[in-house]
């Protein structure tokens, strides 16, 4: 039932990225959805799962985007992780790590893109300063209001479908 629930939060993800603008007063960022799913499956599932979850949701995303092939299934990898690594160090069930966590990957999404288009022979023009100041902050923001959200939803959709159970309060 984990790879059903990961195969439909990242399709829905998919689409609701492909369909959600991207905030021209934040540079043209794009929810970082995908990413959030990613997230999830890092701090609370096995390294396995959040290999899948960065490839496949990694392989969707550049199919959507205007990215070459295999650059955002590297990017979510190495944030996925990154954020796997230090679960044991934070509280994965808190709301404020989930924010500050969306905060960090946000703004590592961006600047993970960026580097791998300046190191590619993608890089058909110079990039702004400010511009790619404008977008990470962006994507930072996007990230702290939309992973806690991802979240939850993802939390209820597992205990719906029996992935985890749920301590009775009795």
Known sequence: MNLLVMAVALLVSAALQLALPGLTPLGQAKAPLILSVVLYYALHRSLALMAIAAIAGGVLCDSLEELPMGFSAAV???LGIASWLCRARVFSARVLTH???GCAAGAGLTIGFYVLLMLSE???RA???HRLALKTIGAALLGVFL????FSVLERLDQMMGNVV???SV
């Open 99 to 101: 924010m500050v966590l």
């Open 147 to 150: 992973v806690p959200l991802v």
């Open 122 to 124: 993608e890089n058909l």
């Open 166 to 168: 749920v301590e009775s």
């Open 76 to 78: 979510f990898s190495v």
């Open 127 to 129: 990039v702004a300063g």
